[in-house]
T-cell receptor
Framework: TQLLEQSPQFLSIQEGENLTVYCNSS?????LQWYRQEPGEGPVLLVTVVTGGEVKKLKRLTFQFGDARKDSSLHITAAQPGDTGLYLC?????????FGAGTQVVVTP | GAGVSQTPSNKVTEKGKYVELRCDPI?????LYWYRQSLGQGPEFLIYFQGTGAADDSGLPNDRFFAVRPEGSVSTLKIQRTERGDSAVYLC???????????FGQGTRLTVV
């Protein structure tokens, strides 16, 4: 059973469209991180959110942490083929970092 | 290089054999994590070290799996009596501290035949 539930599991969109992926949990985390992973590579950190209600922007990516620090969302505006990858959320609880199952995003030209 | 290094990158072993997977973390990072990842899935937590001690080993699936970090730097994940179900990519990550970014290695792809 995944502590962190990510949805959808798979998302295929055309270049220029927007997308949102979600990360939900019944547990409270001291921080939540989003990673992107490409085939054959380890995950690479995109952002860390710490404060409930926090919103962070990274170019075309917008990350939000829920008020209760149990859920988060990642929104990509005007997706590009380079955004293709496995998007993973990870919750930090007492130093232990646990991942969701990921959302596989495919952006076609 | 200055990143997390995992060796070997690929390991094929016969069912029942013993294997060791090595992780060289980034120098100075006190936290070290081991994960197992199946194709298209998120990393599954195995064990987390803070310094030399295992702070949390609740993710180790059974007593065939064991990990050490004797000097607080390099870590070895040891799997005894390997089974075909152990086949996966084993990822190692290190971090300078809690709530900090975890830097991942490229993983060791273990195949048990």
């Amino acid at each position: 059973t995944q502590l962190l539930e990510q949805s959808p599991q798979f998302l295929s969109i055309q270049e220029g469209e927007n997308l949102t992926v979600y990360c939900n949990s019944s547990s409270v985390f001291s921080s939540l991180q989003w990673y992107r992973q490409e085939p054959g590579e380890g995950p690479v950190l995109l952002v860390t959110v710490v404060t409930g209600g926090e919103v962070k922007k990274l170019k075309r990516l917008t990350f939000q942490f829920g008020d209760a620090r149990k859920d988060s969302s990642l929104h990509i505006t005007a997706a590009q083929p380079g955004d293709t990858g496995l998007y993973l959320c990870a919750g930090n609880s007492w130093g232990k970092l646990q991942f969701g199952a990921g959302t596989q995003v495919v952006v076609t030209p | 290089g200055a990143g997390v290094s995992q060796t070997p990158s690929n390991k094929v072993t016969e069912k029942g054999k013993y294997v060791e997977l090595r992780c060289d973390p980034i120098s100075g990072h006190t936290a070290l994590y081991w994960y197992r990842q199946s194709l298209g899935q998120g990393p599954e937590f195995l064990i987390y070290f803070q310094g030399t001690g295992a702070a949390d080993d609740s993710g180790l699936p059974n007593d065939r799996f064991f990990a050490v970090r004797p000097e607080g730097s390099v870590s070895t994940l040891k799997i005894q009596r390997t089974e075909r179900g152990d086949s996966a990519v084993y990822l190692c990550a290190s971090s300078p501290g809690t709530n900090s970014e975890a830097f991942f290695g490229q993983g060791t792809r273990l195949t048990v035949v």
